[in-house]
């Protein structure tokens, strides 16, 4: 689904450049992720087993081209 848009930003920015702010968005988003975690009190174990989930979600939807 998002694929294409993924890669074309991959090609007209560059692979180094598109990998650092890959590498800045996720940590954002893990940040993010963890702190709601904290907030609404849920345990490890179920924040990773929902990190899991999302990430399989995603291969399937072509997010993480």
Known sequence: MFAPVVVLTR????????????????????????NFCNQA?????????WIRLARDNGKRLGLLA
Not at 16 to 28: E, Q
Not at 42 to 48: A, G, L, N, Y
Request: proline share 3%; net charge positive.
């Open 41 to 49: 009190g849920i345990d490890r174990t179920q924040r990773q087993n």
């Open 11 to 34: 090609t007209a920015v560059g692979t180094p450049r598109f990998t650092k702010l890959r590498g800045k968005a996720i940590a954002m988003h893990s940040k993010a992720i963890t």
